[in-house]
């Protein structure tokens, strides 16, 4: 049932469709939603280790992937932490994998892991909801969509410790295979690189949130470069990873 769900998922391929709340779909009842989020990670960044970051708040949805056999699940990347969602049968697997993230996280790359599995239903009785859609970036890369404020809602309770797991035992770790980052860093070509994040408070109202991100969208469309800081011939590559 879980699979009839995610290829239920409306895909759009717009980005400014990404505010139209017609797309989306609820998580069914009796889902779960697992958060992690590295520690301190803004001073890891500052320290250069940008990528190690990355690759702590990567590794609970590769390990995922490969404990669930490819079984497809909708997630979300946020850089130092990651969000995804399972149906009741994989909660346990889950719970598994991130307390096996964490381990590994200690171990391997010093960095503080925080994790929390979550009922789906306890978000919305906490007065927000994940309903998500996916974006097609191209014909063969689609990422999940997420509103609702649920995920914002999981990850503020996993930090107030509430719904947090503890790391597996010394040892344990989760199969990453797969999971590397073989791009180069990008180059500012005009002195900075900023990233705009945009999010609504949480009693505003969606119409005037999407109509300022599709204003801000026009501002950036209006740029010959619309607004990327990656070139089009894509970031660089580099092997071994």
Partial sequence: MD???VRSLTTVDRFDSVVDAR???PLPAGWWVGVSDV???TRAIARGRYKAVNMAGACPIAGLMNALGHRDFPFVFGGDGA??????DAAATAREVLARSARWCADELGLTLRIGLVPVDAIRAGGRDVRVANFAASPDVAYTLACGGGLAWAEAEMRAGRYTLEPAKPGERPDLTGLSCRWTP???RRGRIVSLLVAPVADGASESFAATVRALLALLAADP???RAV???GPGFAWPP
């Fill in 3 to 5: 699979q009839q769900f």
């Fill in 23 to 25: 797309i989306y779909r």
């Fill in 39 to 41: 520690q301190d990670s």
């Fill in 83 to 88: 969000a995804f969602a399972v149906s009741a």
């Fill in 186 to 188: 990008v180059a500012s």
């Fill in 225 to 227: 470069d619309g607004g």
């Fill in 231 to 233: 070139p089009a011939e």
